[in-house]
């Protein structure tokens, strides 16, 4: 059967998206290779509106064609009646996302990256255990709608993440860091380099008294505060009502020090693409602007459902209609060194890795994680790690007024880049 | 299929071959407020091959088509032959099994119509929007999966099972002003329909804890006496304490292995933790794990002494130890690796009226939004809380989470409830990429002197 067409003929609107994807994966346990893997998936996803109703359905079994038109229209039977319009033809973003250096990558140059990221780490800290994980794969997208959609775009994800555990007496320390790009423009040993120099601070233990002190997050930590963020800043949440941020385009919410925006076209960034997962033209969406709220993220149903257009966060895994995520969420730096922001505190934490991020009531605002690795600051200078500290707050005060901002940025879990953020009366609860 | 398995077993040079094949239907339904957002079903179809070859390593192919095991087998022997290991990979013996495995749910899931299933969920998630004007938000989930697999080693274990699985969720938003909060109320396990249904009393609690938080003052941090409830202490046994014992974690760790060396105190003597995939109709139940293991009951702490861990059939031979069935897979886009099963902490005799009794200033925290942990350092969200005051359970609290070491926190439970729940949560365990996975827990009410509680 020739799904596309069959379901043209019963539905006024469809789309039909097929993902292909290849991988290559290589797995370091404590210090050793273990486990070489090699993975090929396809599937396909189909919307459908019929009777002015949304229908959704995916499969993987490619000898259930007949199955799949039928879930989708039975899903359609039920679905949203909203009036909700697929893709047309529209020009692709200017991105690069497909190296062929990464597509031909042989498995043991991947070993050989592994094994001299273990032997850096090893050089410092001959009593750590470290796991890697060397990723790469073809990835295969193609969205075709009714309404003269026929997009295809081609990536080639290569990913990296590493970590550290260290076990003395009573004490672990776990340390983590992460790399992914689609263009072979970065250094793949970074992750390790990052992590020699994280060994090199948090090797001595110290205490810290719980109190309000200067909190400097650093691009791994602002995950505390950028996750809520997030949230609020889904289309979703915003047209539900949920989101803090509902009504408040325009106004100053925040630090005028914050600038964030959305930006799914820079070359090599693995939330990077042409299009987003609905065909629709991935862009750069200012979202908050010197602290001054621009805009939400939206995908296809919720663009409609709010009265404006998508932003092109239409994102997708196979087995779940579309549903809105950032991009490469891109937090604009300040104009101080790290050094100097450092050098102004006369006690305070350097929060770099939080336990138990996107728990609790999030959506509020508000956070409270234990510190994973978190570095005490005492004249100016980094003078060691801290254990059983505890940072917690509201996104929508603390952000109000933010001290600093650094010039150094990172990009973090392979989709934000943060710079140093410096909040000087934060609560920080101690257990010692 | 059985016979192109076996074939490919016989095709495969490794030391060792696994080939694992699910087939998957699942429906699902969901709620946003008064919308429903998608209401279908999904097909998944795929497999895994697993090759060990004892002096380089373990590899392996996952596919959607099946049509040619033996260039998968091939596959998975190559990527195997990778790796190279001075110290040759064992794996602990078990028998071989042949054995079917089918269920019989009292209403087969499969037989009901997609309407039903939209009908009870728009019930459930009406019960929610009509309690209050303050509830401005819900989202109501209805799952069902019905997975068909066949597990077969180069061993001669052939096993064909049916696994099923059942569950519903809701979370409510309620909303004064800026001021927002969510609760959730979950129910799951491997039943038919007959398991979600008649559940408006667990719906209408995720409602009233929601508007009832509006007013809740956040809590203020600082060191507390706690009282978990069933599902706080489930889910603080498994986060804090189960991750530990997960041999994956500590058997090539000289370090690790000594500070979980069995024969150490981690309790006092009331203190009772056991996994067990072998109790029936559990989240984590299954007669077999994912390496044709039997699942059996396995002792963690007994009277506070640390006697067991859980093992997949390499870490289990590493340690000169017995495997009991904790090697699970989330899916076949996935190898087994060691998880637990259904984890409790067993009956006390403690009951909750004298738990709180003598507590001057706590904190009795109820449910859980979610856990984590970092090896010794976990950090855990309540649901909902209260302070206790004098003796009693007074105001609500909100923002409540714990955090704290792993070994000063087991050693700091004082008391134990005599009132034991399996807890039948939606939702799963995480642990690499394979989330979620189902798992079971149980616990009493427990009482926990000296926590860390986040807060303003």
């Keep these: 059967m020739d799904l596309f067409n069959y379901l043209k003929s019963e539905a006024e609107q469809v789309e039909v998206v097929e993902m292909q994807n290849e991988s290559t994966t290589v797995e370091f346990e404590a210090n050793k290779l273990k486990t070489s893997k090699v993975e090929e998936t396809r599937g396909t996803a189909v919307r459908v509106v019929r009777h002015g109703r949304l229908g959704f359905a995916a499969s993987t079994d490619r000898d259930a064609i007949n199955k799949l038109a039928a879930n989708v229209m039975e899903s359609a039977s039920y679905g949203d009646e909203i009036p909700l319009h697929f893709a047309g033809p529209q020009a692709a973003a200017s991105s690069r996302t497909f190296d062929s250096g990464i597509a031909d990558l042989p498995i043991q140059r991947l070993v050989e990256i592994g094994g001299e990221m273990i032997e850096m780490l090893l050089a410092v800290e001959p009593e750590a255990r470290v796991n890697v994980s060397l990723n790469r794969g073809i990835q295969t997208v193609s969205v075709r709608t009714q309404a003269g959609a026929e997009v295809s775009f081609e990536r080639s994800p290569f990913s990296i993440s590493i970590d550290l555990s260290r076990v003395q007496n009573e004490d672990i320390l776990t340390l983590f860091d992460m790399l992914g790009m689609t263009l072979l423009n970065e250094d793949p040993l970074m992750p390790a380099r990052h992590l020699v120099e994280k060994l090199k601070w948090a090797k001595r233990l110290t205490t810290l008294h719980s109190g309000t002190m200067p909190v400097l997050f650093s691009p791994s930590g602002s995950l505390a505060w950028l996750l809520p963020l997030i949230e609020g800043l889904n289309g979703r949440n915003v047209y539900k009502g949920v989101s803090p941020m509902t009504g408040k385009i325009s106004k100053k919410i925040f630090d005028e020090e914050l600038t964030v925006m959305d930006d799914g076209t820079l070359d090599g960034k693995l939330g990077s693409a042409p299009y987003d997962d609905e065909g629709i033209p991935h862009r750069c969406n200012v979202l908050i602007d010197h602290g001054v709220l621009k805009g939400f993220l939206y995908d296809l149903k919720t663009a409609v459902q709010s009265g404006v257009e998508s932003t092109g966060n239409g994102m997708r895994e196979l087995f779940n209609p579309p549903r809105i995520a950032p991009t490469n969420l891109v937090i604009e730096p300040g104009n101080q060194p790290l050094d100097e922001i450092i050098s102004n505190i006369d006690e305070g934490l350097l929060v770099d890795d939080l336990l138990g991020l996107g728990q609790g009531n999030i959506l509020s605002g508000s956070f409270s994680n234990p510190v994973a690795l978190g570095l005490k600051i005492e004249k100016g200078e980094i003078v060691g790690r801290v254990k059983d500290v505890s940072v917690a707050g509201n996104i929508y005060d603390l952000l109000e007024n933010i001290t600093s901002v650094s010039k150094e940025t990172r990009w973090i879990f392979n989709t934000f880049s943060a710079p140093y953020i410096l909040l000087s009366d934060m609560n920080v609860v101690s257990k010692n | ?456």
């Excluded at chain 2, 929601?210 to 600082?222: F, N, R, S």
């Excluded at chain 2, 856990?371 to 005051?389: H, K, P, V, W």
């Design chain 2, 1 to 456: 299929m059985q016979e192109q398995i076996q074939q490919a077993l016989k095709h495969s040079r490794a030391d060792y071959t696994e080939i694992r094949v699910e087939e998957r239907e699942t429906t699902r339904v969901s709620f946003r407020g008064k919308d429903l957002e998608n209401a279908g079903g999904n097909l998944d179809k795929g497999g895994i091959v697993r090759c060990l070859i004892r002096d380089h390593g373990w590899g392996v192919a996952t596919f959607n088509n099946l049509d040619d095991l033996l260039t998968k087998v091939d596959q998975a022997y190559e990527c195997a032959r990778v790796a190279h290991n001075h110290e040759p990979i064992s794996l602990a013996e078990t028998e071989p099994v042949q054995d079917t495995v089918r269920v019989s749910m009292q209403r087969d899931f499969r037989d009901v119509s997609l309407a039903e299933k939209k009908a009870l969920l728009e019930k459930y998630n009406e019960v929610m929007l009509s309690s209050g004007d303050k509830i401005v938000d819900t989202n109501a989930v209805y799952a069902d999966d019905f997975t068909r697999m066949i597990y077969a080693n180069s061993e001669g274990t052939f096993i064909e099972e049916e696994r099923p699985s059942v569950s519903l969720r809701c979370v409510a938003c309620a909303h004064d002003g800026e001021n927002v909060q969510q609760a959730l109320e979950s129910h799951a396990g491997p039943y038919g329909f007959e398991y979600v249904i008649d559940q408006e009393e667990l719906v209408r609690k995720a409602a009233r804890h929601a508007i009832e938080l509006l007013d809740a003052q956040p809590v203020k941090g600082g060191n507390y006496t706690v009282v978990a409830d069933q599902g706080l202490a489930g889910l603080f046994v498994h986060e804090a304490f189960g991750h530990m014992s997960e041999a994956d974690f500590i058997y090539e760790n000289p370090k690790a292995r000594e500070m979980m060396t069995l024969g150490r105190r981690f309790g006092s003597d009331i203190l009772q933790v056991y996994d067990d995939g072998s109790v029936p109709g559990l989240r984590g139940s299954h007669p077999y794990d994912d390496e044709g293991t039997p699942s059996r009951r396995n002792i963690l702490i007994k009277d506070g002494i640390l006697v067991g861990r859980m093992h997949s059939r390499e870490t289990a031979a590493k340690m000169d130890e017995k495997p009991l069935g904790n090697a699970r897979a989330l899916n076949y886009r996935f190898p087994p690796i060691v998880r637990m099963t259904n984890t409790a902490i067993e009956n006390g005799k403690t009951s909750f009226e004298d738990m709180i009794a003598e507590i001057k200033l706590g904190i009795y925290a109820c449910d859980a939004f979610g856990g984590e942990t970092a090896l010794e350092n976990f950090s855990f969200s309540s649901g909902y809380a209260y302070m206790i005051r004098d003796g009693k359970i007074a105001e609500m609290v909100k923002d409540v989470i714990l955090a704290g070491n792993l070994f000063t926190t087991m050693m700091n439970i004082d008391a134990i409830g005599n009132d034991f729940q399996w807890l039948m949560f939606s939702g799963g365990c995480g642990k690499g990429n394979q989330i979620p996975l189902p798992v079971g827990m149980g616990a009493p009410h427990i009482r926990i002197q000296n926590v860390v509680i986040g807060g303003k």
